[in-house]
């Protein structure tokens, strides 16, 4: 079975501070793969382990994303392709380069995260889908293939759901499918020895969307410091009312 996986290389969320003006700080952040990203990643490599094939993984990004390729590759990813041109997170311009690109490539099942951790915007998968012509099954938590079916179990509110799709289809995963592998040191090491397809990719950004407020909300402590063991009476209360 050939599997495609879809990858997003982001900030590290963690290291984002505000400025004065309550406005993130996004310069020289260190950059890591979506924490979606690695549950799709861990989804396509125990596709691979369970059934067989191949998975190839995909990222539009920038000559930095090589990074995120040799960790996906050290997960179990056989073969990846770093499509250049990546400057903001527009879902409709993301699914137009990755689209173009899986179209010259073979596959029977796409895996990607159902959204992203910089923009959540969960878009990507339905626009593939139409760029594609595929069916889409979103916010997937098991995933098993039968033939050229694929039965997909998806995570709702009330109950979850067994939805049957014909292969090749497009099949976004939620957090809870899986618990990423970390990849031991000899696997990190013959990651980093593998070839990259690294193209350029000509991305059609319009300046038809721009961010109108980015500042983080505004929180208020009280600041109350007890000493020497005194409070302990009021800190059991609140701690009770928070229980």
């Given amino acids: 079975m050939d599997i495609a996986v879809l990858v997003k290389q982001t900030v590290d969320m963690d290291q984002i501070k505000l400025n004065d003006n309550n406005e993130p700080i996004m310069d020289n952040l260190p950059l890591k793969m979506d924490i979606l990203s690695k549950n799709a990643v861990e989804a396509a490599v125990q596709l691979k382990e369970k059934y067989g094939g191949k998975v190839t993984a995909f990222i539009f990004g920038t000559e930095r994303s090589t990074s995120t ?36 490539s073979k596959y029977d099942i796409i895996v990607l995260g159902d959204q992203s951790s910089d923009s959540y915007s969960g878009l990507l998968a339905g626009i593939l889908s139409s760029e594609l012509g595929l069916n889409v099954i979103t916010n997937a938590i098991n995933i098993e293939i039968k033939d050229k079916t694929a039965n997909v179990t998806v995570e709702s509110e009330s109950e979850d ?7 090749p289809a497009v099949v976004s995963v939620a957090q809870e499918i899986n618990e990423p592998r970390l990849p031991k040191v000899m696997q990190i090491m013959a990651a980093g020895k593998k070839n990259i397809n690294i193209i350029e990719g000509k991305p059609d950004y319009k300046d038809d ?20 063991g005194k409070g302990i009476d009021e800190i059991a209360k609140i701690l009770k009312v928070v229980k």
């Fill in 69 to 104: 390729m040799k960790e996906a590759y050290a997960m179990g990813v056989d073969d990846g392709t770093v499509i250049k041109g990546y400057q903001k997170s527009d879902p409709a311009v993301t699914g137009a380069i990755l689209g173009e690109e899986l179209k010259k």
């Fill in 209 to 228: 969307s721009r961010v109108l407020s980015d500042k983080a909300p505004e929180s208020q402590r009280k600041k109350i410091i007890y000493e020497d």
């Fill in 161 to 167: 759901v067994t939805v049957e799709t014909e292969l």
